[in-house]
C-alpha cells in the first residue's frame, strides 16, 4: 500500500458544493506535503458533478448500487493509497482542515473519529431534533452495547487506515454505514481516537439526502444487531428469571397481594415468560455464532466460549436429565387424572403440577435442540479451536 492520502467523498447531484470541498481537500494535500487523490465515489449524479470533479483533477468513480454506504464502501476499494479521509460533499465539513486527523494516524491509529460536539457546531448546521436528541441518544447507546468512549458515532469526516478498514468487511449500504465502521472498529479492537472538528450549515439549495426518522432506526437496528447480548441475553434473563420466580412461588402457594390473586392462570403465563426469556438467550448465542461464521463479528468471549465448551461436555445429559423429570411429572399428573376416571379435575393443584413439569420438559427439550443446533453452527470452526 502506498504512503499517502486519498480522500474519498460520496456524491449524487452535488453540483454546489461538490468543486471547493474538492479543492479544499486537494490544498490539505498540498499543504501536507504527501502524495495524494480526491475520489469522488458519483452514486448517480444527473447534475454536473462529474464533470466539475474531473475539471478539478478528482477521480470519479460511478457506483451502481444506491447508498451512502455502498458510496463508500466503492470508493474506499478505489483508494490507492494508505490514509484515507472521507467526508460529506456539502461543504459542511473543512477540508482544508485534515492535519490533525493525519497527525493521529501518524501517532498509530486505525481510525480518527471527528467530533463535531467537541469542535462546535454552527447555528443552523444541525437540526436541533439530531444536536439535541438523535445524535447523543444513538452514540450514547452505541457507548453503552460496546463499551467504548467515542462521543460522535455518526459525525461523516473521519480519517483510517485503508488495510484496517478492510479487514472489517463492512457490508451495509446506507447511512448505518457511518454505525457500522465504529461498531466493528470497537469490536474487532482497533486503535480508535476522536478529534474534535467543526461542523458548518451545508451549502445545498434543497433538502439533505439524510431521512431523520427511517435513517435513525436503521442506525438504531444496527446497534441492536450487532450487540447480541443487550438484543437478546439481558431481557433474555430478565423474563426467565421473573418467570422462573413466579412460576416456583406459585406452585408452592398461590399468591395474594390485596384484591389480586396469582393462581393456575398467573403460573401459566409466568411458565411461558420462562419459556421465551430462555429462547431469547438462546438467540444472543446463535447470532453471535451466525456472526462469527460469516466474519461480521469477533470470536465468542470468554464466557460464551466457556458456556459452548459446558454445552459440548454436558449439554445432552444435562438435557436429558430435565426432560425425564419433566416427564415423571407428566406421567404424575395422568395418574391423577387416572384416578378420576380420565374425567374433570376440580383441582387446581393438578393444574398447577402439569404446568410445571410440563415447563420442565419443554425447556429440557429445548436445551437439547439447542445444544444440537450450536454444535452445527460449530462445525468446521477452526479458527477458535472448538
Keep these: 500500500m502506498k504512503k499517502g492520502l486519498s480522500v474519498v467523498m460520496p456524491c449524487l447531484n452535488e453540483e454546489k458544493t461538490l468543486g471547493s470541498c474538492v479543492k479544499k481537500a486537494f490544498d490539505s494535500i498540498h499543504r501536507l506535503g504527501i502524495d495524494g487523490e480526491v475520489i469522488v465515489a458519483d452514486n448517480g449524479s444527473s ?26 464502501r466503492g470508493g474506499i ?15 459542511s465539513y473543512d477540508f482544508s482542515a485534515l492535519d490533525a486527523f493525519i497527525h493521529a494516524l501518524d501517532e498509530g491509529n486505525d481510525l480518527v473519529m471527528g467530533n463535531r460536539f467537541k469542535g462546535g457546531i454552527e447555528k443552523g448546521a444541525m437540526p436541533f431534533s439530531h444536536q439535541y436528541i438523535g445524535n447523543p441518544f444513538l452514540s450514547g447507546l452505541g457507548r453503552i452495547f460496546f463499551k467504548t468512549s467515542i462521543g460522535d458515532f455518526h459525525c461523516g469526516l473521519r480519517a ?62 444496527f446497534l441492536l444487531l450487532y450487540s447480541p447480548k443487550w438484543l437478546f441475553a439481558y431481557p433474555g434473563i430478565i423474563l426467565t428469571l421473573i418467570g422462573l420466580l413466579m412460576t416456583i412461588a406459585i406452585y ?75 416427564l415423571a411429572g407428566i406421567v404424575y ?22 404446568i410445571l413439569f410440563g415447563s420442565l420438559f419443554a425447556i429440557g427439550l429445548e436445551i437439547l435442540l439447542f445444544t444440537l443446533f450450536t454444535r452445527v453452527l460449530q462445525i468446521g470452526n477452526v479458527k477458535n479451536g472448538r
Aim: charged share 20%; glycine share 8%.
Design 47 to 72: 447534475d454536473s458533478s462529474v464533470s466539475i470533479a474531473q475539471s478539478l483533477g478528482a477521480k470519479v468513480i460511478s457506483i451502481q448500487e444506491k447508498g451512502y454506504g455502498s458510496a463508500l
Design 77 to 91: 476499494e478505489a483508494a490507492s493509497f494508505q490514509y484515507i479521509v472521507m467526508g460529506d460533499a456539502d461543504d
Design 160 to 221: 483510517f487506515r485503508k488495510d484496517s478498514i478492510e479487514k472489517l468487511n463492512l457490508c451495509t449500504t446506507g447511512m448505518e454505514f457511518a454505525s457500522e465502521m465504529v461498531v466493528k472498529a470497537v469490536l474487532f479492537k482497533l486503535k480508535i481516537t476522536e478529534v474534535p472538528c467543526k461542523l458548518y450549515p451545508d451549502g445545498r439549495d434543497r433538502p439533505p439526502h439524510l431521512r431523520s426518522i427511517p435513517d435513525g432506526l436503521r442506525h438504531l437496528e
Design 252 to 326: 408452592i402457594q398461590p399468591i395474594r397481594i390485596g384484591k389480586i390473586q396469582f393462581e393456575t392462570t398467573s403460573m401459566l403465563y409466568s411458565a411461558l415468560l420462562m419459556l421465551i426469556g430462555i429462547q431469547f438467550m438462546q438467540f444472543s448465542v446463535f447470532t453471535s455464532l451466525f456472526a462469527e461464521r460469516i466474519g461480521q463479528m469477533p470470536p465468542a468471549s470468554p464466557f460464551t466460549s466457556r458456556l459452548l465448551t459446558g454445552l459440548n461436555k454436558r449439554g445432552y445429559l444435562m438435557s436429558v436429565l430435565i426432560m425425564l423429570v419433566g
Design 333 to 354: 399428573t395422568l395418574y391423577l387424572w387416572g384416578g378420576a376416571g380420565f374425567g374433570s379435575l376440580n383441582t387446581t393443584y393438578v393444574c398447577r403440577t402439569a
